[in-house]
Nanobody, 123 residues
Framework: QVQLVESGGGLVQPGGSLRLSCAASGNIDDIGVRGWYRQSPGKQRELVAQIISNSGGGTNYLESVKGRFTISRDNAKQMVWLQMNNLKPEDTAVYYC???????????????WGQGTQVTVSS
């Protein structure tokens, strides 16, 4: 089976920084696009950042996090990170790792999700 494990969430003051990590493991043949989503109470889950898991892959960011958040990856390590700088209270949410993965025994890939990690930005 495939597992995505997130870490790095926590409580920070406005203007602070956090770095989220997501490790993929299992019978993985290939990982395509990877992304970070977030959801706060009363709101829909939204895409924060995504990155194509191949050479020259592009990135996309939620408009409100551009210039503050950076997504990166290491295909060999099957890792993805989200560096979050200049955090604001409105960034408070549960952050979820997402990846499109094809296993070693499947012809088609599927979306997988991490368990989520809480990020709280407060004074």
């Amino acid at each position: 089976q495939v597992q995505l494990v997130e870490s790095g969430g926590g409580l920070v003051q406005p203007g602070g920084s956090l770095r989220l990590s997501c490790a993929a493991s299992g019978n993985i043949d290939d990982i395509g696009v990877r992304g970070w989503y977030r959801q706060s109470p009363g709101k829909q889950r939204e895409l924060v950042a995504q990155i194509i898991s191949n050479s020259g892959g592009g990135t996309n960011y939620l408009e409100s996090v551009k210039g503050r958040f950076t997504i990166s990856r290491d295909n060999a390590k099957q890792m993805v990170w989200l560096q979050m700088n200049n955090l604001k209270p409105e960034d408070t949410a549960v952050y979820y790792c997402n990846a499109f993965i094809r296993t070693t025994q499947a012809a088609f890939g599927s979306n997988y999700w991490g368990q989520g990690t809480q990020v709280t930005v407060s004074s």
